[in-house]
Nanobody, 120 residues
Framework: QVQLVESGGGLVQPGGSLRLSCAGS????????MDWYRQAPGQPREFVAT???????NYADSVKGRFTISRDNAKNTLYLRMNSLKPEDTAVYYC??????????????WGQGTHVTVSS
């Protein structure tokens, strides 16, 4: 089993910044990709950013140039640095990791989510 725990959400004013973290634990042999998604009230969950095992990154157009995804392999942690936040960034943010466990099984695990509210 692979467990993911997000942290770092909160209330921030428009134009402000936050850094989200996603700490992973469990039977992780290798990781293919690590993603951030978000879900605003009444909306479907949407892709935000991804980073692969070769450190290739990709972003949704709505966050490109403002958000940065990164990871610390030694700490088994994924990050999302969010700058120039807008009210429309308000959502629950989820991380997702895809990879292989030590027993050779593929996994795709989600965190429980962390709330981000952008408001004055």
């Amino acid at each position: 089993q692979v467990q993911l725990v997000e942290s770092g959400g909160g209330l921030v004013q428009p134009g402000g910044s936050l850094r989200l973290s996603c700490a992973g634990s469990g039977s992780i042999f290798s990781i293919n990709a690590m993603d951030w998604y978000r879900q605003a009230p009444g909306q479907p969950r949407e892709f935000v950013a991804t980073i692969t095992n070769t450190d290739s990154t990709n972003y949704a157009d709505s966050v490109k140039g403002r958000f940065t995804i990164s990871r610390d392999n030694a700490k088994n942690t994924l990050y999302l640095r969010m700058n120039s936040l807008k009210p429309e960034d308000t959502a629950v943010y989820y991380c997702r990791w895809q990879g292989t466990t030590w027993s050779g099984k593929s996994f795709g695990s989600w965190g429980q989510g962390t709330h981000v509210t952008v408001s004055s």
